[in-house]
């Protein structure tokens, strides 16, 4: 308990809500110091959320932040649904920046029916990662795993970017 109660002490925090321009966490993570990965997080933010109505939730450290990890919680509302997105920039000693995120969101089609939609058809079929969720790699690297649930399938998109690209000045 003590070490939670320690990293909350040392980062910023940011609940942001609804809005349609992709420059919630940007401003924020610019706003709190951040500049090592500013341009990786502004291309994450705007290939998320371009466009949508979303809120957002960042974590920026308050020390020595350009040494550290910057992670955003985005909530993307469509009529249809909702996605939770999660990402994580890494800056690298070398200048480049290093992401990962998952994007997750429900199907009320089963996850076999689920495996047959149009975003998996550059999918294929890897492994059962134990007794109930399928992992799948489309041609581009991306992880693509199903769960069932309920009378659905949880859906969870996951990528890495190894050293992106290096900070734009």
Known sequence: MKNWKFALGMAFGLVSTSAYCADQVTNYAKSSGYKACLSTVSDLEIFFADNANYGSWAFVAKDKSDDQPLNATLELTY?????????????????????????????????????????????????????????????????????????????????IGFRHKKQNS
């Open 79 to 159: 009529t249809d649904g909702v996605q939770l997105i999660d990402f994580t920039v890494i800056p690298s000693k070398d200048g480049t920046c290093s992401y990962s995120y998952s994007r997750t969101w429900y199907s009320e089609k089963s996850c076999m029916a689920t495996s047959k939609e149009a975003f998996m058809s550059n999918a294929t079929y890897k492994a059962e990662i134990n007794k109930n969720i399928t992992a799948f790699e489309d041609t581009k690297g991306a992880k693509i795993l199903l769960t069932p649930a309920g009378v659905g399938c949880m859906v969870q998109k996951k990528e």
